[in-house]
């Protein structure tokens, strides 16, 4: 498994490292045509204007697009999830539209208001998931072929449509390698809903 993390801002390492953790093969990319190859591809967490105009910029977002429409998979976390939204409140910011939410932005607070909590993600196993939530945003609503994988305080954390994964929280700030392998599962066409390799 060949699997890039987009490499414009944030937590690139901690993905590249959870990812080679689960057996994956991690390179970072930059450029559209680093996309060629790949079996999927992480949109780390980061300032999510910042890097959507880089996307812009580079056309790494029609590439991403491109990527994404011959089958490829896609997880993103935190700034991740909201590119990969349809729809942003409040916001015009150059987004990747692929999966159909529609998000809030920072909507559990600013920098300090960062928080951890025990995660039930029944996808993953009975045992709870440790979430590190960092300015977090937050799925206002979800289309019907989404699929919720997992909330908190009634809200949807984790959520899957097709091969495309995106998640409020930092999977990879922790080593607990189910996420990563969950959609390591996705990458390879599998059905990580039913692989007991997720379970844990």
């Known amino acids: 498994m060949r699997i890039g993390v987009l490499a414009l801002q944030g937590d690139v390492r901690e993905h590249l490292r959870s990812l080679e953790a689960a057996g994956a093969e991690a390179v970072e990319i930059r450029t559209p045509g680093e996309l060629n190859g790949l079996d999927g591809l992480v949109i780390p967490g980061g300032e999510s204007t910042t890097v959507g105009k880089l996307l812009v910029k580079g056309q790494v977002d029609q590439a ?7 089958g490829g998979a896609v997880f993103g976390t935190c700034a991740g999830l909201i590119l990969m939204s349809r729809s942003i409140n409040g916001s015009e910011q150059p987004r990747l539209g692929l999966m159909d939410l529609q998000v809030d932005r920072n909507a559990y ?3 300090i208001n960062s928080f951890e909590a025990e995660l039930s993600i029944p996808a993953l196993g009975k045992q709870m998931f440790h979430g ?3 300015r977090a945003p937050r799925i206002a609503t979800v289309g019907q072929g989404v699929q919720v994988l997992g909330e908190f305080a009634g809200r949807p954390i984790l959520v ?3 091969r495309l994964l995106a998640a409020a929280f930092h999977p990879e700030l922790t080593d607990d390698l189910r996420v990563h392998r969950y959609f390591l599962s996705l990458a390879a066409g599998g059905s990580a809903d039913r692989d007991p390799a997720m379970k844990g």
């Open 64 to 70: 991403i697009k491109r990527f994404v429409g011959q």
């Open 160 to 162: 899957r449509q097709g």
């Open 109 to 111: 607070g600013r920098q």
């Open 132 to 134: 590190v939530f960092i």
